[in-house]
């Protein structure tokens, strides 16, 4: 993505990534990947770091600060497939609204994730799997690297 993104710092050793996001407020984001039973499959989930330090998937703030949000998302992506090259990351928003601002911002840059990465989305109307194709009604992503180190 050719958007401005968020100094991130790494913790739990590369499987999250904090930052601040900067909008009408500012707010404590992370980004978290956590390993699943599947061999290789990683869940990716947006959260907010409450000041107690819990962590928040249905806290819902409108921050105006879109782009950079979803470009950090996906640089974290880069990042860590990266370091695990075999990874298969799965993602979608805590809501239709967030799911479909996925959709949005991989769609704008479908030819540059494709240099690199497989995207597929899973449909909300049949619940198939399928290549990425922008305008699609999906409710889950999984992206992977194009090419395997």
């Given at each position: 993505m050719d958007q401005p993104?968020?100094?991130?710092?790494?913790?739990?050793?590369?499987?999250?990534?904090?930052?601040?996001?900067?909008?009408?407020?500012?707010?404590?984001?992370?980004?978290?990947?956590?390993?699943?039973?599947?061999?290789?499959?990683?869940?990716?989930?947006?959260?907010?770091?409450?000041?107690?330090?819990?962590?928040?998937?249905?806290?819902?703030?409108?921050?105006?600060?879109?782009?950079?949000?979803?470009?950090?998302?996906?640089?974290?992506?880069?990042?860590?497939?990266?370091?695990?090259?075999?990874?298969?990351?799965?993602?979608?928003g805590n809501t239709d609204a967030k799911t479909r601002l996925y959709r949005i911002a991989i769609s704008r840059d479908l030819d540059k994730f494709l240099e690199k990465y497989l995207i597929w989305g899973v449909r909300s109307d049949n619940g198939k799997h399928e290549p990425f194709e922008p305008n699609q009604p999906y409710q889950f992503f999984f992206v992977t690297n194009r090419f395997l180190i």
């Open positions: 993104v968020y100094n991130v710092k790494v913790l739990e050793e590369g499987c999250r990534f904090d930052f601040l996001s900067i909008g009408y407020t500012i707010t404590h984001k992370a980004i978290l990947y956590k390993e699943t039973e599947v061999p290789f499959l990683y869940l990716l989930t947006l959260v907010e770091v409450q000041s107690d330090g819990k962590l928040s998937t249905t806290i819902n703030n409108s921050n105006a600060d879109v782009k950079p949000t979803m470009a950090t998302v996906f640089k974290t992506i880069e990042t860590f497939t990266t370091v695990n090259p075999r990874a298969i990351v799965g993602f979608a």
